[in-house]
């Protein structure tokens, strides 16, 4: 996600410019608007600041924001976003689980060693 233009190389979108966090929730926000085929002008901005779908502190004032998120997506380049999307969040879920793992397996061996060394003594 960390280019759209990777996936979308005839739009322009200029996300990345736009928020400091590609990743963030803001960021994914703006890519749903732009994967639904919504139009993104001042109302549609409006109403995503009131319900915090976008942050305050993107980098881009609104009027930025707003030249920004427009550009034209085929449904082509829309599903393709969305399939990359889904492999990411396949992705983070897997690091995610290998991080708990690994964790888990630290603080085994931790209490082991703790055990080990309080009957040695």
Partial sequence: MANVSTACPTGVFHLSG???EINGKSARNLLEV???GQT???TKYEQMRASKQISGGLKASKEELIEDMRG???P???RMMRELLAHLKELNEHIWNLDVKTALIAVFFRIRNRRFNFHRF
């Fill in 18 to 20: 736009t928020v400091s």
């Fill in 34 to 36: 732009l994967l639904s």
């Fill in 40 to 42: 993104f002008d001042e």
């Fill in 72 to 74: 034209i997506m085929t």
């Fill in 76 to 78: 082509l380049q829309r």
